[in-house]
């Protein structure tokens, strides 16, 4: 299989649950900007989306979409525990946080990251964000060590890998406590590790 990736970008979550599973794995840098992959292939021709993640599979077909390719990810080894059961209140509790993170955090960081936001719409994007995470901060106030209890599963390393934006934005997780400390437990983790590092954001 080949990740096309953009570094520190939601595609660090698929990387991080390769890195799970122990899968047999390539990678490939994209520039989303310009279009092209690190070797210069034209990314519209690999996924006509023009943005990350991508999967490339041995058969050549590719699978587009975050949530889904974590699910696929995780499927093919179901040894490894990353997504509960088919037709249990855990399964629909996963769904439930993998679309939180797409509708709801990873869109409200938006603004954030686009070079044609004005300053009132980024304040306006911090504040937002803010409500995300205090959501967030209260789910956590439970005590669970991840979002389905004490199992790590895929919705942890998509909320993870969103969450941490948070450190490139100027939004400090302080004020989140249970917040910082799950992003700090999933950061922990060698697959995490392991994939930060190979993205370039770890020395």
């Not at 979550?13 to 070797?39: P, W």
């Not at 023009?50 to 990810?73: D, F, H, K």
């Not at 890998?161 to 948070?166: A, P």
């Amino acid at each position: 299989m080949k990740l096309f990736y953009k570094p520190g970008a939601c595609p660090l979550a698929s990387h991080i649950i390769l890195h799970e599973v122990g899968a047999a794995f390539e990678i490939e840098e994209v520039d989303t900007d310009a279009g092209v992959t690190k070797s210069g292939k034209d990314y519209k021709e690999i996924n006509n989306k023009g943005y990350v993640p991508a999967l490339e599979l041995e058969t050549g077909e590719v699978l587009t979409e975050g949530a889904s390719i974590l699910q696929y990810i995780a499927a093919q080894y179901p040894e490894k525990g990353l997504v509960p059961e088919v037709g249990t209140v855990a399964t629909a509790r996963l769904q439930e946080y993998l679309n939180y993170t797409s509708a709801e955090l990873h869109k409200a960081f938006g603004p954030l990251f686009s070079g044609s936001a004005t300053d009132e719409e980024k304040q306006a994007a911090i504040v937002n964000v803010g409500t995300k995470f205090d959501y967030l901060n209260d789910l956590f106030g439970d005590g669970r060590t991840y979002l389905l209890g004490d199992q790590f599963s895929v919705a942890d390393a998509y909320m993870f890998v969103v969450s941490n934006w948070s450190n490139f934005v100027g939004v400090e997780l302080a004020r989140w406590p249970n917040v910082a400390a799950f992003v700090a437990r999933v950061a922990k983790r060698s697959s995490s590790q392991a994939a930060m590092r190979a993205e370039g954001l770890l020395g």
